[in-house]
């Protein structure tokens, strides 16, 4: 069949599906409900679009080996980069609303509760393919609220299901671990200096590296150099396990030095598509932020303080998943140990040559 254009995109089916409630039989057309329903459909649209993109970067990730040098690395770029795109959009988006009022939108409300965005499982999906864990979320037992604007048996199920396989962190979090250049064998010629004082001996350049870090602090910052010894060498010290589990939440001590490494020496032609892959995703975790920010203002505005349709405290309980969903944190996280470049230890020529072409 010659495709034509409604046919291709399926309209029938998408405009077919605006149905406001109140337009029905019996109650009181709601003029903003139309908006209200269209809005929601076009961010679980580009929803369907970020998860598809999540996938893409997923099947990468899982062949057996992905390296910087084919164009593997530039493709995950390149899709994390559009979802950031679609995430300007979702931004931008919110501020539709804000053409209707909060009268506007109470002639409306009570019609659909129990439903609320709270369930939208797409949305749950993007939080889970990135890395966020059900323990992780902010009220978790609301998810199994069922019929009182939790999720149904099966929605939950799919939830828990996508989250068993491994998130965006966790491949992530490998492809750092496996990254080459710091293996020892690379630094036995590198000039460390002896009189360091790292509570482990870890690796030449980490105790020189610590060295000048702890230099670089000023009088109020010094006990920054404990989170830095749990956060890049594993070392407790003394701190408890609460204060642990707060400073480095997602990836281990391995896959955060190759991660800080890469960052401080990005301008190495190797490094730099995997520098702007972190930095991408950095940038992933501050645009939801700003969703959610975004969202919040929005909910304050329309409905105060009242409850929420799927029966959250409202704006109290946003805020509080506003603050707990952040999912790349420790990568942000990482800028708290950088150091002036023209301090930056010389490189051994066995790492160079792993970061140089040719
Ligand atoms: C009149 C406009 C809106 C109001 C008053 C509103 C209100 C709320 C409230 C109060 C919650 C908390 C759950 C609850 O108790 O219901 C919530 C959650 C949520 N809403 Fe909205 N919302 C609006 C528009 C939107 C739009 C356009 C989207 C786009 C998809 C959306 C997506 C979400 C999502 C994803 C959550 C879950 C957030 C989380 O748990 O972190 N909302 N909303």
């Not at 530039?74 to 559009?82: A, D, E």
């Not at 480095?248 to 301008?267: D, E, P, V, W």
Request: glycine fraction near 6%; aromatic fraction near 12%.
């Amino acid at each position: 069949m010659t495709p034509y254009y409604h046919n291709y995109l399926q309209l029938d089916k998408i405009l077919g599906s605006q149905q406001p409630i109140s337009f029905e039989a019996g109650n009181e057309p709601a003029h903003d409900e139309m908006l209200f329903i269209i809005i929601h459909q076009a961010y679980e649209l580009w929803f369907k679009q970020i998860l598809f993109e999540l996938d893409g970067i997923s099947a990468i990730f899982n062949k057996e080996s992905i390296n910087d040098n084919t164009e593997d690395a530039g493709i995950i770029l390149q899709r994390i980069n559009r979802i950031n795109k679609i995430l300007h959009l979702l931004n931008e988006q919110v501020h539709i609303l804000d053409t209707m009022t909060p009268l506007d939108f109470l002639s409306f409300r009570n019609l659909l509760a129990p439903a609320s965005g709270f369930q939208s499982v797409q949305f749950r999906l993007i939080e889970a393919k990135l890395g966020l864990r059900m323990q992780q979320r902010h009220r978790a037992a609301y998810y199994k609220r069922t019929n009182e604007g939790g999720f149904t048996d099966v929605d939950y199920a799919v939830i828990n299901a996508v989250e068993q396989a491994p998130s965006l962190v966790v491949h992530l979090n490998n492809w750092l671990e496996r990254m080459p250049f710091l293996n020892k064998e690379l630094w036995v010629k590198f000039s460390t200096d002896a009189s360091t004082d790292t509570p482990i001996n870890t690796h030449p350049f980490w105790n020189t590296y610590r060295k000048l870090y702890a230099d670089s602090l000023n009088v109020y910052e010094k006990n920054k150099l404990a989170d830095f010894d749990y956060i890049l060498l594993n070392y407790r010290g003394n701190l408890t396990e609460e204060q642990c589990s707060e400073l480095r939440q997602q990836f281990t001590a391995t896959a955060l030095q190759a991660a800080l490494f890469i960052i401080l020496y990005r301008n190495y032609p190797l490094f730099q598509t995997s520098f702007q892959i972190i930095d991408a995703l950095i940038e992933t975790d501050h645009l939801l932020g700003t969703w959610r920010h975004e969202h919040i203002n929005m909910v304050r505005r329309m409905i105060g303080m009242r409850v929420g349709t799927g029966n959250t405290s409202g704006a109290g309980y946003l805020e509080g998943a506003a603050q707990m969903h952040y999912i790349f944190k420790d990568l942000a996280g990482l800028s708290t140990f950088l150091i002036e470049r023209r301090k930056l230890p010389a490189l051994p020529d066995a790492v160079l040559q792993h970061l140089t072409y040719g």
